[in-house]
């Protein structure tokens, strides 16, 4: 029989998931590995800074309808290593805390544990503790640690007529919630693909990789988790007097969400400016290091640069306008 989790209690679920850390996660040392049954857990620290983020999901607000468990897990470990990503550094381990419904089933909180711990396989991170509560949602609460030297990149470096690029396509998960709660005639192959960048997002580790191997070629980096305007305001915030220009017509996107936007009423800029949870990165390039390098950068698109305008301005069809700073803000009205 199915068991609900309150009938397994704290410590019970707390083993559970340990056991399966310990069998699923391999690239451990042994002395780190044992400490995570006590009080606190060992990280090894040969790097010259720490990173460390914090990042929580409450069921209502960040896990949209039809999210599976697993989907879940997954988005915990996502969120909180992108945040590692985006001060180019390696995440080495992860933290993670829940508050659980008690009628939750043995069955549902393996299928949550297995999501966290197969996108820790994915990204070569270990769990290394956390805690359970009862709660009456899911709330997920991660905490990610990483490493770094010296090439970590603050966002107050960025240096006039820097190329301004995203790693990978934007606009998919505001496509995807239309696709969820709004009007829905799109083939399913095309839905699949759309959905996946809500249900199932992934990092851009490869391309994280290449910013860490030459550090050179940036000169800020960020994660695109409140939307593209949002993250470009925090840039002009940190670097007075500097300007940001971006094309539209550079901005890449899956061309299917085109058709969503249109069935919805909706404009495709909003899509790609103004919505976020893209786990992609926008980083600003030394322009002559990236074509020393851009032999070598897959999948890095360039989408505009900067000026001294002091500006965020959009170019769209040789008009250019002022992009407003707007984008989804917890604890803010609309």
Request: hydrophobic residues 35%; negative net charge; proline residues 3%.
């Amino acid at each position: 029989m199915n068991k609900l989790i309150s009938e397994i209690g704290e410590k019970n679920l707390i083993k559970i998931l340990l056991d399966k850390r310990d069998s699923k996660l391999k690239n451990v040392a042994k002395r780190v590995k044992h400490s995570y049954h006590d009080d606190a857990a060992l990280i090894e620290n040969s790097s010259k800074y720490t990173v460390i983020s914090t990042d929580m999901l409450i069921q209502h607000s960040h896990f949209p309808k039809n999210m599976t468990y697993y989907q879940m897990g997954e988005k915990i470990v996502t969120v909180n290593v992108s945040d590692i990503l985006a001060m180019n550094a390696k995440a080495t381990s992860i933290l993670i805390s829940m508050g659980l419904p008690s009628e939750m089933t043995r069955e549902e909180y393996d299928e949550l544990t297995d999501g966290i711990l197969d996108k820790c396989s994915e990204y070569n991170i270990t769990l290394i503790g956390g805690d359970i509560n009862q709660n009456t949602e899911i709330i997920l609460n991660g905490t990610s640690i990483g490493k770094v030297n010296e090439e970590f990149k603050l966002q107050n470096d960025i240096d006039m007529d820097n190329l301004i690029a995203v790693t990978g396509q934007l606009g998919g998960p505001a496509a995807a919630l239309d696709l969820i709660y709004g009007n829905d005639n799109t083939p399913e192959e095309e839905k699949k693909e759309i959905l996946d960048t809500m249900y199932e997002p992934d990092l851009p580790m490869k391309q994280s990789e290449i910013f860490r191997e030459y550090p050179s070629l940036i000169t800020s980096i960020t994660d695109i988790t409140d939307g593209l305007a949002v993250e470009l305001g925090h840039l002009h915030d940190k670097n007075k007097g500097l300007g940001f220009e971006i094309y539209f017509d550079k901005i890449p996107y899956n061309k299917n969400i085109e058709k969503v936007a249109k069935i919805n009423n909706k404009e495709l800029e909003d899509y790609l400016l103004h919505f976020g949870e893209e786990f992609e990165l926008l980083v600003t390039l030394n322009k002559e290091e990236y074509y020393k390098y851009e032999e070598k950068l897959e999948n890095i698109h360039i989408i505009g640069k900067t000026n001294s305008s002091d500006k965020i301005t959009l170019i769209k069809e040789d008009f250019e306008k002022i992009i407003p700073v707007k984008g989804y803000e917890h604890l803010k009205d609309d």
